[in-house]
């Protein structure tokens, strides 16, 4: 069965930094690329990044560009998302979502989100 | 970038009615890139379609995708009370990846 659980969220002041984690499971990780899907409250869904199965290729929303940074280690099964100079506007329950293929395309399965704040 | 569109915005339905979702795209989405996605309130969302009409593994066969172009359909058929939710779209075509606002079908 597949899993992804996330941790990390909490409120962060406007500038501050925080970084995600998503630990996955039932799967073999490094064959799929792994992505991060945001909504801010009571708002649709955003996609963030995503990043392919080697971790060579990775891609990103303009507003976004420049201050987060997706990465993986497949040896521990885990996608991260370093998140620096955060905005009020990053406020939102980010989802993990893993993809079907070792390249980003439509997202199969999600975690369950964590919750950041960015609020003074 | 492609914009996607989904109409209506909320749609009133009664159990065990036909219900019909829309999503049109700015652009054409090369090789029918189309998701759909489910999401219940307090949940995460979940794949139904992909590739405009294959369904997820364990998607109700009440559940229908169609379409192709700038113009796509979700139906279901029949709709059971575990189906009242919000319903995105999403494109995979191009970078960077867009899904639609959502409808929310709702029990009238």
């Known amino acids: 069965e597949v899993q992804l659980l996330e941790s990390g969220g909490v409120l962060v002041q406007p500038g501050g930094s925080l970084r995600l984690s998503c630990v996955a499971s039932g799967f073999t990780f490094n064959n799929f690329a792994m992505s991060w899907v945001r909504q801010a409250p009571g708002k649709g869904l955003e996609w963030v990044s995503s990043?392919?199965?080697?971790?060579?290729?990775?891609y990103y929303t303009d507003s976004v560009k420049g201050r987060f940074t997706i990465s993986r280690d497949n040896s521990n099964s885990t996608v991260f998302l370093q998140m620096n100079s955060l905005r009020a506007e990053d406020t939102a329950v980010y989802y993990c979502?893993?993809?079907?293929?070792?390249?980003?395309?439509?997202?199969?399965?999600w975690g369950q989100g964590s919750l950041v704040t960015v609020s003074s | 970038e492609i914009v996607m569109t989904q109409s209506p915005a909320t749609l009133s339905v009664s159990p065990g009615e036909r219900a019909t979702l829309s999503c049109r795209t700015s652009q054409p989405v090369s090789t029918n890139y189309l998701a759909w996605y489910q999401q219940r309130p307090g949940q995460a969302p979940r794949l139904l379609f992909y590739a405009t009409s294959t369904r997820a593994t364990g998607v109700p066969p009440r559940f229908s995708g169609s379409g192709s172009g700038t113009e796509f359909t979700l139906s279901i058929s029949s709709l059971q009370s575990e189906d009242f939710a919000v319903y995105y779209c999403?494109?995979?075509?191009?970078?960077?990846?867009?899904f639609g606002q959502g409808t929310k079908v709702e029990v009238k």
């Open positions: 979502a893993k993809a079907p293929a070792i390249l980003p395309l439509y997202f199969d399965f």
């Open positions: 990043l392919s199965g080697s971790g060579t290729n990775t």
């Open positions: 999403q494109q995979y075509s191009t970078w960077p990846r867009t």
